[in-house]
């Protein structure tokens, strides 16, 4: 089973930061987190990871709380193309990913 | 190339026979995964390989489902006496090594049982 939780959709603006949260309260002291999206029919895509301190990269920023209990990916200005199924996992050997959050970026 | 890829794209077969899907990771990528993805729904795990340790099976949902990697490079997903249930796309994504660095996914072959 997968080591996350997430919610199932989340609706955001167009031009609005979408804020995407994610549970991982049985993580380890040595694994990352890393975030993952698909654009329906299309592999999911790498979008950023991080260990215990926040993280920023071209297309998002990851804030981990203190406890790494759980984390929030960041889109800035989120975009009509950012519409896509958003799944946080917790890196081990095996990759289990959870359902993930339907993040629809409306006009 | 440079990328992960697999074959066919797209398979179309009738109830009750085998089909043969093959992934090729990228060069030098010792972690080997597959998941299916079901119209809808999010990626299941099925298998994990890891260099030349024994995989990791335990996705695997019947004893119709077997994979194999040979030479540490290409794999290939055997679904023995398909069922309508097993239609879905199936992706592959290989890392450099298990632990570290970001997952690489192929684009998928979409299997359709009839």
């Known amino acids: ?107 | 190339g440079a990328g992960v890829s697999q074959s066919p794209s797209n398979k179309v077969t009738e109830k009750g026979k085998d089909v043969e899907l093959r992934c090729d990771p990228i060069s030098g990528h010792t972690a080997l995964y597959w998941y299916r993805q079901s119209l809808g729904q999010g990626l299941e795990f099925l298998i994990y390989f890891q260099g030349n340790s024994a995989p990791d099976k335990s996705g695997l949902p019947s004893d119709r489902f077997s994979a194999e990697r040979t030479g540490g490079s290409v794999s290939t997903l055997t679904i023995q006496r398909t069922q309508q249930e097993d239609s879905a796309v199936y992706l592959c994504a290989s890392r450099l090594w298990k632990n570290t660095g970001e997952l690489f996914f192929g684009e998928g072959s979409r299997l359709t049982v009839l």
């Open chain 1, 1 to 107: 089973d997968a080591k996350t939780t997430q919610p199932t959709s989340m609706d955001c603006a167009e031009g609005r930061a979408a804020n995407l949260p994610c549970n991982h309260s049985t993580i380890s002291g040595n694994e990352y987190v890393y975030w993952y999206r698909q654009i329906h029919s299309q592999g999911p895509q790498y979008i950023i990871h991080g260990l215990k301190n926040n993280e920023t990269n071209e297309m998002a920023s990851l804030i981990i709380t203190e406890d790494r209990k759980s984390s929030t990916l960041i889109l800035p200005h989120a975009t009509l193309r950012d519409t896509a199924v958003y799944y946080c996992i917790v890196v081990g050997d095996d990759m289990r990913f959870g359902a993930g959050t339907r993040l629809t970026v409306k006009p």
